[in-house]
């Protein structure tokens, strides 16, 4: 109990302290929207380190690890959880696109916001032009972009099909595209089964607040990183890239049961 209300405690300190940074961030640093966007992602990373630690998350990458395997390009990753965006974040600095269903909610859309998120309307064709447009645009001024081409996340029984129409923002900044496997191993040293998988997964109609406050109570989770090939986006469709990201990723989850 006492080590619950510690991270409790430690938690709100920590999210109160990254909505200050980030609101200052965004109204008082003297300098182009461009930038502005680099200091809240950096921002935003040095947060989710701290985090990651909080919540006693151990984290294995393969194969070993460059500072800049994810720089200037279109990062495709299988989706679990909520916790995935701070996974990565604390890897490396990028934009993370999320939907408008994220944007409504008062914490998690207050988050993504202050970490320079991009919000996108997949299921409104009309919007799709402008979204690509927009990601297309932040990749050429060299930021790594973060896509869950799963449009959700999932229980973790399989990688759902992707979803291809973003994809073409990485054609259009001709970037590669670069796929990346999540795989949680482990709660409180037990393995991961459809018994125990909804301490740390997140979909379907879970709510942030109840699942978030039993994840405080968890002493460690594992996970791998699994990073494949990145391969150039201009070189194939959208489809194909796709495909050749879903093939890697599949082939390298673990599928819970």
């Known amino acids: 109990m006492i080590r619950y209300a510690y991270k409790l405690t430690a938690f709100l300190f920590l999210s109160v302290a990254y909505i200050i940074s980030s609101a200052f961030i965004k109204s008082f640093t003297p300098c182009s929207k461009q930038s502005r966007r680099k200091l809240l992602v950096v921002n935003t990373s040095r947060f989710c380190r701290v985090l990651l630690r909080l919540l006693g998350i151990s984290l294995s990458i393969k194969p070993q690890y460059s500072a800049h395997v994810a720089n200037r390009r279109l990062v495709l990753v299988n989706h679990l959880s909520y916790l995935d965006v701070a ?23 207050l ?13 409104n064709k009309t919007t799709v032009v402008n979204d690509i447009r927009i990601l297309a645009s932040l990749l050429k001024q060299g930021f790594t972009v973060v896509l ?6 999932s229980s973790g029984e399989r990688v759902l099909p992707f979803k291809s129409a973003l994809l ?3 054609l259009e900044a001709r970037v590669e595209i670069l796929p990346a ?3 949680y191993r482990a709660i409180d040293g037990c393995g991961i089964t459809a018994l125990n998988r909804d301490k740390v997964f997140y979909y379907g109609e879970m709510q942030f607040m109840q699942h978030f406050l039993g994840l405080l109570r968890l002493r460690k989770i594992d996970l791998e990183l699994t990073f494949g090939d990145s391969f150039p986006a201009e070189i194939t469709s959208r489809k194909r890239a796709a495909k050749a990201a879903f093939d890697c990723i599949s082939n390298t989850y673990i599928a819970v049961h």
Do not use: H, K, M
């Not at 490396?92 to 408008?100: D, H, L, Q, R």
């Not at 869950?148 to 996340?153: C, D, H, V």
């Open 87 to 109: 996974v990565l974040s604390a890897i490396f600095p990028a934009v993370f696109v999320t939907s408008y269903e994220v944007l409504n909610s008062p914490v998690e859309g």
């Open 111 to 123: 988050l993504a916001r202050c970490g320079g998120s991009v919000f996108v309307d997949r299921r």
């Open 148 to 153: 869950f081409p799963e449009a959700t996340s």
């Open 168 to 170: 073409n923002a990485a």
């Open 181 to 183: 496997c999540l795989n």
